[in-house]
């Protein structure tokens, strides 16, 4: 994130997203590091 945020100069607040079939298990440093989880729920809602 810090060589991204350095090359492309930008000010944003950046945050890591997890998309995957089944979902993300909870664990101390899935919960440090990403920030949001989407399934294939969340991507093909009716």
């Known amino acids: ?3 991204f945020k350095e090359a492309t100069k930008t000010r944003k607040q950046l945050s ?4 995957s079939t089944f979902g993300l298990k909870t664990t101390p440093h899935s919960l440090s590091l990403i920030s949001r989880s989407l399934t294939m729920d969340d991507l093909f809602l009716d």
Request: charged share 15%; glycine share 0%; hydrophobic share 85%.
């Open 16 to 19: 890591w997203a997890f998309i």
């Open 1 to 3: 994130m810090r060589i």
